[in-house]
T-cell receptor
Framework: DSGVTQTPKHLITATGQRVTLRCSPRSGDLSVYWYQQSLDQGLQFLIQYYNGEERAKGNILERFSAQQFPDLHSELNLSSLELGDSALYFC?????????????FGNGTRLTVT | GENVEQHPSTLSVQEGDSAVIKCTYSDSASNYFPWYKQELGKGPQLIIDIRSNVGEKKDQRIAVTLNKTAKHFSLHITETQPEDSAVYFCAASIGGSARQLTFGSGTQLTVLP
């Protein structure tokens, strides 16, 4: 168990809808990362927060947004969902944002858009 | 940007044999190379990592080698066991920061009893 908690585990919704994925990092970790895993794109970095502030953006669509709250949990909001958004969404955390800080992944949220 | 290629995409070995997975990277500035194991229904789990100032690192049955000149690194698993069956991902990062990790496409390893 990595200590990173993601809810819900599964989510089924329709095109055009909006969903929120939640992540609680490991105790003591300040940095949270969101990744998308799909069959054709592999693991893609979406966005990172460090101690409540956005630190880096990757291949995140404008329809997607995230935030990190004062208690360090994070939420990823996906809106105007399309069929192609169906994927596994992983949250990962690390103690700090530096070279000696390995990533620890949660078990993901499987999103299915119908 | 960084590009990481991973081979093979699938690998089957007999229990007790060794398994080798290879990755190449494109950006010579990359200096951090972790390996992750992903079991069905779970998230990737860090199993070993290596930095560019080291050529080889071992942890029990797992070892990683790095050839900076050729820009490739490999994962070696010896004395494989059925519980080693999983998808393995390599990754590379510039500056060592996790936010800049680029992942390979994964290798499905099957250890046959």
């Amino acid at each position: 168990d990595s200590g990173v908690t993601q809810t819900p585990k599964h989510l089924i919704t329709a095109t055009g809808q909006r969903v929120t994925l939640r992540c609680s990092p490991r105790s003591g970790d300040l940095s949270v990362y969101w990744y998308q895993q799909s069959l054709d794109q592999g693991l893609q970095f979406l966005i990172q927060y460090y101690n409540g502030e956005e630190r880096a953006k990757g291949n995140i669509l404008e329809r997607f947004s995230a935030q990190q709250f004062p208690d360090l949990h994070s939420e990823l909001n996906l809106s105007s969902l399309e069929l192609g958004d169906s994927a596994l969404y992983f949250c990962a955390s690390s103690v700090v944002d530096e070279a000696n800080s390995p990533l620890h992944f949660g078990n993901g949220t499987r999103l299915t858009v119908t | 940007g960084e590009n990481v290629e991973q081979h093979p995409s699938t690998l089957s070995v007999q229990e007790g044999d060794s398994a080798v997975i290879k990755c190449t990277y494109s950006d010579s500035a990359s200096n951090y190379f972790p390996w992750y194991k992903q079991e069905l229904g779970k998230g990737p789990q860090l199993i070993i990592d290596i930095r560019s100032n080291v050529g080889e690192k071992k942890d029990q049955r797992i070892a990683v080698t790095l050839n900076k000149t050729a820009k490739h690194f490999s994962l070696h698993i010896t004395e494989t066991q059925p519980e080693d069956s999983a998808v393995y991902f390599c990754a590379a990062s510039i500056g060592g920061s996790a936010r800049q990790l680029t992942f390979g496409s994964g290798t499905q390893l099957t250890v046959l009893p």
